[in-house]
């Protein structure tokens, strides 16, 4: 039996698979050095605990949330919208199934507690899970900003700008990138 520092490790080594996990909009779009999945979730948690504590909520489960958001991919590589489109449902049980996995090698309450959590963000069954869901897409719009910034065609990242990034201070910040983009005066 592999003992408790063992699994923790192993867990803390599979994680770090998303360290060299591009980001596979960013490869089809024709980005030649992408963020990784580690980048886009560092920023994206940076963004929910800013906004969670800006709108009131429980920022430390906001945190634990968006740290989790793109756990699976370890497993599942990440997929663009249209990808999880295609793979329909099968997709959610094959997601399911590989942060189980991946957490199985955590003590059990703490498995279950980021499960339950995974699930909530999944479900968007909680103000902060809504946080994460905005943050994940504004981290992206912002992404899409920087890479205009460092010389790459806006019209090859025009899909990325219209994520929905949620009411109020998200949609207010898109719309000052936007704004920012249009006069060409990016910052």
């Known amino acids: 039996m592999e003992s408790r520092s063992g699994r ?3 867990f803390f080594s599979k994680v770090g698979v998303l360290k060299g996990l591009p980001r596979t909009g960013w490869v089809e779009a ?3 050095e992408p963020e990784s999945v580690a980048d886009h ?4 948690s940076i963004i ?3 906004l ?5 909520h429980d920022t430390g489960r906001t945190i634990r949330i968006s740290f989790l958001h793109d756990l ?4 599942t590589g990440d997929l663009t919208p249209g990808q999880k489109r295609e793979r329909g449902p099968s997709l959610m049980r094959e997601e399911e199934g590989a942060v ?3 957490l ?3 003590p059990v309450d703490l498995a279950e507690r980021y499960m339950e959590l995974w699930e909530e963000l999944r479900a968007g069954a909680s103000p902060e899970a809504e946080v994460v869901a905005h943050a994940d897409k504004l981290e992206m719009v912002l992404q899409a900003m920087e890479y205009e910034e460092g010389g790459v065609s806006p019209g090859s990242l025009q899909r990325f700008w219209h994520a929905d990034v949620g009411e109020g201070l998200p949609r207010e910040l898109v719309g000052e990138l936007m704004k920012k983009r249009r006069s060409g005066r990016v910052e």
Not at 52 to 56: A, E, H, I, P
């Open 8 to 10: 923790l490790l192993e």
């Open 30 to 32: 024709g980005i030649g």
């Open 41 to 44: 979730c560092f920023r994206t």
């Open 48 to 50: 929910a605990m800013v």
């Open 52 to 56: 969670s504590d800006l709108q009131g």
């Open 72 to 75: 699976a991919e370890i497993e």
């Open 100 to 102: 189980a996995r991946l």
């Open 104 to 106: 199985s090698g955590l």
